[in-house]
């Protein structure tokens, strides 16, 4: 699901333009409104806020008014010897009308007087969260509104009678109309209560920003656009939105299905563009760069009418551009700027700093993340005009390539026929995009509102039990996605369960969140067949049998139980339990309580116990990972099964002389968790909670000999277990970025692995620290991974040898 930044719904699906085409004419605000005052003034916006709605709730009461009104007509003829439907029809189509009606009409009769007679004190806050509380009502309209239409299709089709009805019902107009009624189809009526809990949404959060925060109705409000959102999010996928037509000078009618903005490779080099789906063509846009005060407009680069475009299938497509992979360490680089610039923002605020300097961080904040945006994805989609030409997306999720897949599919479904544009024509479908586009902006975290939710950080653990509702066996698996810096991105995977209708994975992983607010789960079918042609890195050739998407509500995760939930997806189900542990919590060390295992245990005491230089954990974890998963790709950044990496902690902890044998049947990402868990776990960092003072100051240095000759002291004052063990890594983790070509790990990937694990000081050292999620990832985290990488660069570093060299000056640690 693309990102939205301007609709609080972040639901491309909810957010159709309901201001125009077919919703009659708006009709004239109450009385005694004043003209449009400055933003400043919160109180007087409420209420040119509120009277609009006000005005558009009239017009919505009377279009459920008008879908309400053949009902009772055709029940009464139901129980007759020709009925027009039957009594289950009837009730199919009509579905939570009824109650809808009766819910909207009491919140208008409490809402309009207070409007009317308005004044600073008036309180209406619980009249919005009343309405949202009754939200269950259109969760069931939600449930049966594909059901409902299919049976009113059905229905006109062979009934001639009901087909008169459900094509022309007459909406009353507003009071201040001259006219006194507008047509409208039942399908488009249908379709209204969706579209109203939208702009419901929109006015809740209209109304937060011109409200006090000290106002009573503040919190109502807030509570309010809590539940609608959460709510719009969780229908998201179940619903087939209609969109505003265009008409062209033909007098054919088009309508906007879907659109978003996606990473186009175009003369060998990436370009954003915003891409529209409409019923019958597929328009490839770019805002033009227009001057201040002038309406913006998009220019057309390509459209395929849907009747000629097709989908090459891998080993069909031609040979891709050459797509040049960005460097994953600046792509870390951009995201510890956008990080570092969130959290100068943060503090400029809280300061009270000045807005232009705010403005500033921001723009530069914005500027990174579009660069981020723009180099991260890496999937192809492909689309081909059979007429001629081919164009290549880059997507960074497969959930979002499977929905325009999808989507582009349906329509194909349809009797289309190929087309040429004239000139004309073409510049109304694209002067028309402006007007209909869902989704507003590019999709960055600074587009968003400064009140919108920042999302989780810190670490979401999942568990992915099992899923059922296939109708045939199968070999089965499970992918996981989250959003952060305002796109999604693949986490983990599941084993593949052979030729089963009912897997039993029981895995559970645990997923580094950074600002993420959504969880999507993705079910396929491994392919085996070695004739697949795999052209790309990236390619996906197995097939997703089905996909779904959950909010990450904090209320419901930041528990330390695990929460329970099912996923449905296509008529399969999948049933996972989550828990998640914030940033500052997951890093927390906490002293020793035992002598006995490995975890969680001082290092010196487990050296001195096995009489060993470097701890047989390392030593063994170490010779694994070289002998078979040095080239495997993502090698301590991909999640290893936690169930896997316990069951090696166990061992591990009782010295099981099966440990061995364990170790060589077990999945190399397992043996890596198990590596970053025991330095996790320690109850001091590796570098030790005595000089992480020091090593912040060190890498601070700008001279670099001083720099050289801090850094190395620092190392020399280490104990000798820590030492030997931090330079027996330190080789281990240059030897595998050497493999940076297969296994896509350079050093500053591992780095950033690997330095907080190392440096992050214990719970009663860091107590003077930064404390939100933002500032620990920002400040913290930054100079850890720095301070690891200088030592990853630097040529190699003996024992004997710092033991033996002395400085030309020391640094007080």
Not at 19 to 44: F, H, N, Y
Request: charged content about 25%; glycine content about 4%.
């Amino acid at each position: 699901m693309p990102y939205i930044d301007e609709s609080p719904t972040m639901s491309p699906q909810l957010s159709a333009r309901s201001q125009s085409g077919g919703d009659g004419i708006l009709p004239t605000p109450p009385e005694g409104l004043g003209p449009v005052v400055e933003a400043g003034k919160g109180l007087e916006m409420r209420k040119l806020v509120l009277s609009g709605f006000l005005a558009s709730e009239e017009i919505y009461i009377n279009q459920l008014e008008a879908l309400l009104l053949p009902m009772k007509p055709l029940k009464a003829t139901a129980t007759t010897s020709q009925p027009v439907l039957t009594i289950q029809q009837i009730e199919t189509i009509f579905y939570k009308i009824q109650d809808i009606y009766e819910i909207h009409k009491e919140f208008y009769d409490n809402l309009c007087p207070k409007v009317q007679q308005w004044d600073s004190q008036v309180t209406l806050g619980h009249l919005f969260q009343k309405l949202a509380s009754q939200l269950g009502v259109y969760k069931a309209f939600v449930d049966n509104y594909k059901i409902a239409l299919e049976t009113a299709e059905k229905c006109s089709q062979s009934n001639n009678q009901f087909q008169k009805i459900s094509e022309e019902l007459k909406v009353k107009a507003p009071k201040d109309s001259k006219d006194s009624h507008t047509s409208i189809t039942m399908e488009a009526l249908l379709y209204k209560p969706i579209d109203r809990v939208t702009r419901s949404t929109l006015v809740l959060h209209d109304l937060l920003k011109h409200t006090p925060v000290d106002h009573p109705d503040y919190p109502l409000l807030q509570d309010a656009l809590r539940i609608s959102q959460n709510f719009l999010s969780s229908i998201n996928e179940d619903i087939d939105p209609r969109r505003t037509a265009v008409t062209t000078p033909k007098g054919e009618t088009r309508q906007l299905v879907k659109d978003g903005f996606l990473v186009e490779m175009a003369e060998s080099s990436r370009k954003l563009r915003h891409v529209f789906l409409f019923t019958d063509v597929l328009l490839c846009a770019k805002l033009k760069k227009t001057s201040v005060g002038k309406h913006q407009q998009y220019d057309c680069k390509w459209y395929i009418p849907l009747a000629d475009l097709v989908f090459p299938s891998p080993e069909e497509s031609e040979p891709s551009p050459q797509v040049h992979p960005f460097p994953d360490h600046e792509l870390e680089d951009m995201k510890m700027k956008i990080s570092a610039l969130k959290s100068e923002i943060q503090k400029e605020r809280a300061s009270k700093g000045q807005s232009r300097a705010i403005e500033r961080l921001k723009k530069k904040m914005f500027e990174n993340e579009f660069l981020l945006l723009l180099n991260s994805p890496t999937i192809p989609f492909r689309i081909h005009n059979r007429n001629g030409k081919s164009y290549l997306f880059l997507l960074s999720s497969d959930y979002e390539r499977s929905e325009w897949r999808e989507a582009i599919q349906k329509l194909q479904k349809k009797d289309l026929q190929a087309f040429v544009l004239s000139s004309v024509e073409l510049q109304v479908l694209t002067g028309s995009c402006f007007k209909l586009r869902t989704v507003h902006n590019i999709p960055v975290t600074s587009n968003k509102d400064d009140d919108e939710a920042p999302g989780l950080y810190g670490f979401l653990h999942v568990i992915v039990h099992s899923a059922k509702g296939f109708k045939q066996s199968a070999n089965l698996y499970c992918t996981l996605e989250v959003d952060s810096f305002g796109y999604f991105v693949s986490k983990a995977k599941t084993r593949v369960f052979r030729d089963t209708t009912e897997p039993q994975w029981n895995e559970e992983f645990e997923i580094e969140l950074e600002g993420s607010q959504s969880l999507r789960i993705l079910c396929y079918e491994k392919c085996y067949d070695k004739t697949k042609v795999n052209k790309d890195n990236n390619e996906i050739v197995d097939k997703i049998m089905g996909k779904g998407q959950i909010q990450l509500d904090p209320q419901t995760v930041q528990t330390k139980n695990w929460h329970m939930d099912v996923i449905e997806m296509n008529g399969i189900k999948v049933e996972f339990s989550m828990k998640f542990t914030s940033r500052d919590m997951s890093l927390k060390r906490t002293p020793s309580k035992k002598q006995t295992g490995v975890f969680g245990v001082k290092i010196s005491v487990v050296t001195k116990r096995e009489r060993s230089k470097v701890p047989y954990i390392v030593r063994q974890c170490v010779e694994e990972v070289e002998k078979r998963g040095i080239e495997e790709i993502g090698i301590y950044r991909i999640s290893g099964v936690a169930t896997d990496i316990q069951a090696l902690k166990a061992v591990f902890d009782a010295n099981n002389k099966d440990v061995l044998v364990m170790l060589s049947d077990m999945d190399i990402n397992a043996i890596a968790g198990t590596l970053k868990l025991y330095f996790r776990e320690l109850p001091e960092p590796l570098l030790t909670d005595r000089l992480y003072p020091a090593f912040m100051e060190g890498i601070a240095l700008s001279d670099p000999a001083a720099k050289e000759n801090c850094m190395m002291h620092l190392l020399r004052t280490l104990p000798d277990p820590n030492l030997i063990t931090f330079l027996f890594l330190l080789e281990h983790l240059k030897r595998v970025a050497e493999k940076e070509p297969i296994n896509k790990m350079s050093l500053h990937n591992l780095a950033t692995v690997f330095g907080p694990t190392l440096l992050r000081p214990s719970e009663v050292e860091s107590k003077g620290h930064l404390t939100s999620a933002s500032d620990i990832w920002s400040h913290d985290v930054m100079a850890q991974v720095q301070v690891l990488l200088y030592y990853l660069q630097h040529p190699p570093i003996s024992f004997a040898e710092l033991k033996r060299n002395t400085l030309y000056f020391s640094t007080d640690v």
